[in-house]
C-alpha cells in the first residue's frame, strides 16, 4: 500500500532511554502497523537502531491478554508451572535446553480472540497452555472488585506495610505518578518501587548526595562540544545504540574517547584509549586518575576552591592510589593510567557517560561518587562539552523516577520523610501519607519471606521472575505472597504466580509522556485500539483507587500531568500541549519557544549549598570471588536485539529471527581450556542454579570471565546471578557473581 494511502502516527520508541523519536505508518484497512520510520527530533535526528525500526509487532501478538483472569485452583503450588525455570543445583529436573522452551512455549492464548496466527513459534516463553485452565476468565468488575477487596483485607488485618507495589518505566509519566499516588495514598504505605532498583539507583543516590539531583548534567548530544568523553561500563552499540552513533560522529569530528569497560564492547575500536579493567575495580581505576591528575596539577582549582566540598579528604584517598598499585587491582597498565589521566586533566571540555557496568555493583555508589569527583576536580560540570551523564536503560525510568515511583521520594525526589514535604502532598492528595521511607524492589523480596513482611502486592508491568537477581528466592517469595495482582500485555513468567491477572495496553495503545535520559518529556500517541477487552493503564489504576475510596475522576492523561507539573518544580511550564512534535527538555523557562537546558549547573549545584559535595570511596572486592569451584566471574547484561525479559523483542518476528538463542559469551582460552567448542551446549552453575545453553567464544571478553544476557527464560541468567545490594542505591550486583562454566 502506497505510503500517502497510510496513516502516519507520531511517537517515540518504547525501548532504551535515547527515547528516539519515530512514526508509526499505520495500514487502516489491514488494522496493523506497516512500517515505522526515524522522525527529526534533536535528540535522535531521525536515526533508529533495529528495535526501533522492527521491534513493534509483539502488540499483535496472538498471545496478548484479553481478558481478566482470576486464580481458580487455590490448591495449585503457585510457579508450580515455571519448573522449568529452575536449576537447582542440586536437582537437574526440569531444565530447558538451548534454544527453546522445553514445554513448547508460543502456542497461543485460548482465551486471546484478537491478533493475527503466530508465524512463527516463538521460543523461550510461558506455555499458556499448562498454565491457563488454572484460571478462569472473569468481568473486569468481578476482577476489580476481588482486587479492592483483597488488598484492603491484607491493609486491615496486618497493616499498610503488607502492601507493596512494583510499577514499571515501561508506563507513561502519568501512569508511574498514578500507580505511586494509589500505593502512598490509597494503601499508606511508601512500598513502591521499579526497575531504576536494578539499573540507576546507585547512580541516582550518588548524584543526588554529589550535586542535589538524579537526572543528567547535560545531553548526549552534547557529545559535540567536548574534547573528550568517557564512556564506562557501558556497551553503547547494543543498549543505546542511537546515542553510540553520536559518540562515533564526535570522535570524527575530533573528540577523544575513553573507553573504561571489562569488556571488548563494539565502541572501544571506536575509541582513542580502551582501559579493559577487570570487573569490580571501578574505584581503584578512578582514584588512580585523580591521584594522577593532582599530582600533575591538572585540576580546576578556581573551580575547586568556588564550588566544591569535601576536596582535601578526596585527596587524602586518592593518595593510596599511585598508579602502579591501581595496575595491579585493575589488571590496566600503569602508564596507560598515566596517559588516560593526563588526556582527561589536559581537556578543556570532559563528559562522563557510563551504564549499569557502574551502576549494578554492591559498590554501585562508590564507582559514580569517583565519576563526581571526576568531573568536579577538573570543573567539567555546567558548560558545553562537560557533565555527567548516567544513560539510562529503559525509555521512561528518568520519568518514572521523576513521576515518585520510589520509596523515598515523592514526584521530583522531594522526600517522604521531610516534615514540611509531607505536608504539601498530604494537602494537595487530601490524605494523611507514611512519614517512613518504604522498601525498595530488592527489599520487598526479601520482606515476602519474613514474618510480619509484604503479603498483598500489585505488579504494573514488571516480571521480577526473570529480572532480579537469584530467583530461586524470587520464586520463593512470589509463591507465599497471600494475594497478587499482575496487570501486563502477556502471559509473563510472574503472572504465573498471580491470584488476578489484568490485561493491560501497550505503549501503542494510549496516549501518555515519556521523559528520555537526556530529561526530553516527549508525547507517545495512541496507534490503535488494545486488543479485545484489554484496558488502558491509567484507567485501571483509577478504578481500583475509587474501589479503595479515592475519590479520582481523571478524564485524560493530560489531566494528569497537569497535576503533575503543579507539585514538580522541574516540569514547571510544561503541558502536553507544549511539549511539541520534539518534546521539551527540562527545567524549561519558556517552552512556546526554547527547546530547555541542555546544560544544567553552570552557576550552582541543586544541593543545599549550592557545592558539588565529595565523596571519597575506597576500593571493595566483589562479595563472591572466583574460587576453585567457581572460577570465573560472570557479568549479565543485554543483546542489541533483546529487551529485558524477552516479553516483547521475543515476540518481535524480525528481532526474535536475529537474535533466537541464548548464549554464553566465553573468552576463546577459557573455553579450549575446558575442551569447549563455538555452538557447544554447556552448563553454566553458580552457588544458586545451573542453567544450559551454547557458547559462543567471543574475542570480546576478559580472560577468566564470561557474559550471559538475561532475556531467555530457558536459560535464565539471573537463576545464577547473586542478590547482595549497594548499601546506599540498594541495586543488585548483576555484574559479578563466580560461576563455572562446563560441558554437559
Ligand atoms: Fe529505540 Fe533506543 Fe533504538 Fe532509539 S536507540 S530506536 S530509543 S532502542
Redesign the pocket.
Known amino acids: 500500500r502506497p505510503r500517502e494511502e497510510l496513516d502516519a502516527v507520531d511517537s517515540?520508541?518504547?525501548?532504551?532511554?535515547?527515547?528516539?523519536a519515530?512514526t508509526y505508518y499505520v495500514d487502516r484497512e489491514r488494522g496493523a502497523i506497516a512500517f515505522a520510520e526515524g522522525r527529526d527530533q534533536p535528540g535522535?535526528q531521525s536515526?533508529?537502531?533495529?528495535?526501533?525500526?522492527y521491534g513493534w509487532d509483539y502488540a499483535a501478538s496472538p498471545q496478548r491478554l484479553t481478558v481478566p483472569l482470576i486464580r481458580k485452583d487455590s490448591s495449585y503450588p503457585k510457579g508450580a508451572l515455571s519448573a522449568d525455570v529452575r536449576g537447582d543445583t542440586d536437582n537437574d529436573r526440569g531444565r530447558a535446553g538451548a534454544g527453546g522452551n522445553r514445554s513448547g512455549g508460543g502456542r497461543g492464548n485460548k482465551l486471546s480472540k484478537n491478533g493475527r496466527d503466530g508465524r512463527r513459534k516463538p521460543g523461550g516463553l510461558v506455555d499458556y497452555d499448562e498454565v491457563l485452565p488454572h484460571f478462569r476468565e472473569a468481568t473486569w468488575e468481578e476482577a476489580l472488585d476481588l482486587i479492592a477487596r483483597r488488598l484492603m483485607e491484607i491493609h486491615a488485618e496486618q497493616g499498610p506495610g503488607a502492601i507493596a507495589g512494583f510499577g514499571s518505566a515501561k508506563c507513561s509519566n502519568e501512569e508511574a505518578y498514578l500507580f505511586q499516588k494509589l500505593i502512598r495514598a490509597g494503601f499508606g504505605t511508601n512500598n513502591v518501587d521499579h526497575c531504576t532498583r536494578l539499573c540507576h539507583a546507585s547512580s541516582v543516590a550518588a548524584l543526588f548526595e554529589g550535586v542535589g539531583s538524579g537526572a543528567v548534567s547535560t545531553t548526549y548530544g552534547d557529545v559535540a562540544n567536548a574534547d573528550v568523553v568517557i564512556i564506562t561500563g557501558s556497551n553503547p552499540t547494543a543498549n543505546?545504540?542511537?546515542?553510540s552513533s553520536f559518540f562515533k560522529q564526535a570522535r570524527r569530528r575530533g573528540t577523544k574517547i575513553i573507553y573504561v569497560d571489562p569488556r571488548a564492547n563494539t565502541v572501544a575500536e571506536h575509541a582513542d584509549y580502551h582501559c579493559q579493567v577487570k570487573p569490580g575495580t571501578d574505584v581503584a581505576f578512578y582514584n588512580a586518575i585523580m591521584h594522577e591528575v593532582i599530582r600533575l596539577g591538572l585540576i580546576d582549582m578556581e573551580f575547586i576552591k568556588a564550588r566544591v566540598s569535601g576536596f582535601e579528604e578526596l585527596v587524602r584517598t586518592v593518595n593510596d592510589y599511585p598508579p602502579e598499585r591501581a595496575a595491579q587491582i585493575t589488571g590496566v597498565d600503569a602508564d596507560l593510567i598515566r596517559e588516560v589521566a593526563r588526556v582527561w586533566g589536559e581537556a578543556d571540555a570532559g563528559v562522563i557517560y557510563w551504564g549499569m557496568g557502574i551502576s549494578q555493583h554492591t559498590t554501585g555508589t562508590d564507582n559514580a561518587r569517583c565519576l563526581i569527583a571526576m568531573c568536579s576536580i577538573t570543573g567539567n560540570v555546567g558548560r558545553p562539552g562537560t557533565g555527567l551523564h548516567p544513560l539510562r536503560g529503559q525509555?521512561n525510568v528518568q520519568g518514572a523516577s521523576d513521576a515518585g515511583l520510589i520509596p523515598m521520594f515523592y514526584p521530583d525526589y522531594q522526600g517522604v520523610d521531610l516534615d514540611a514535604t509531607r505536608r504539601r502532598f498530604e494537602e494537595a492528595w487530601g490524605t494523611e501519607l507514611d512519614p517512613d521511607r518504604g522498601l525498595t524492589v530488592t527489599e520487598i523480596i526479601g520482606s515476602v519471606l519474613k514474618p510480619g513482611g509484604v503479603r498483598g502486592m500489585y505488579m504494573l508491568g514488571e516480571n521480577p521472575f526473570l529480572s532480579d537477581p537469584n530467583i530461586n528466592k524470587v520464586r520463593k517469595a512470589l509463591s507465599q505472597l497471600d494475594f497478587l495482582v499482575v496487570q501486563d500485555i502477556f502471559l509473563t513468567e510472574t503472572a504465573e504466580f498471580a491470584d488476578v491477572i489484568l490485561p493491560a495496553s501497550s505503549y501503542l495503545e494510549k496516549d501518555g509522556s515519556y521523559t528520555n535520559t537526556d530529561r526530553r518529556v516527549q508525547l507517545g500517541r495512541k496507534v490503535m485500539d488494545p486488543p479485545g477487552q484489554a484496558r488502558v493503564d491509567w484507567e485501571i489504576i483509577q478504578d481500583i483507587a475509587r474501589r479503595i475510596g479515592l475519590n479520582w475522576s481523571y478524564a485524560s492523561p493530560s489531566e494528569v500531568f497537569d497535576e503533575m507539573v503543579e507539585l514538580m518544580p522541574s516540569y514547571k511550564n510544561l503541558r502536553h500541549d507544549n511539549l511539541g512534535l520534539s518534546g521539551k527538555l527540562y527545567p524549561n523557562e519558556d517552552p512556546e519557544h526554547s527547546d530547555g537546558a541542555v546544560v544544567l549547573f553552570d552557576d550552582r549545584f541543586n544541593t543545599d549549598d549550592g557545592l558539588a559535595h565529595l565523596v571519597p570511596a575506597q576500593w571493595l572486592p566483589a562479595k563472591e570471588l572466583p574460587d576453585a569451584e567457581y572460577p570465573l566471574v560472570l557479568n549479565t547484561g543485554r543483546l542489541l536485539e533483546h529487551w529485558h525479559t524477552g516479553s516483547m523483542t521475543r515476540r518481535s518476528y524480525a528481532l526474535d529471527s536475529i537474535s533466537p538463542v541464548a548464549e554464553v559469551y566465553m573468552h576463546p582460552k577459557d573455553a579450549a581450556d575446558r575442551g569447549l567448542s563455538h555452538g557447544q551446549v554447556v552448563r553454566v552453575r553458580s552457588r544458586r542454579g545451573a542453567i544450559e545453553l551454547q557458547v559462543r567464544i567471543s574475542h570480546r571478553e576478559q580472560l577468566g570471565n564470561c557474559f550471559i544476557p538475561f532475556h531467555f527464560r530457558e536459560a535464565a541468567a539471573n537463576l545464577l546471578t547473586i542478590d547482595e545490594i549497594d548499601p546506599y542505591g540498594k541495586i543488585p550486583e548483576f555484574k559479578f557473581c563466580a560461576v563455572q562454566v562446563e560441558a554437559t
Open positions: 517515540v520508541c518504547p525501548y532504551c532511554g535515547v527515547g528516539c519515530l535522535s536515526r533508529l537502531c533495529v528495535k526501533g525500526r543505546h545504540p542511537v546515542a525509555n
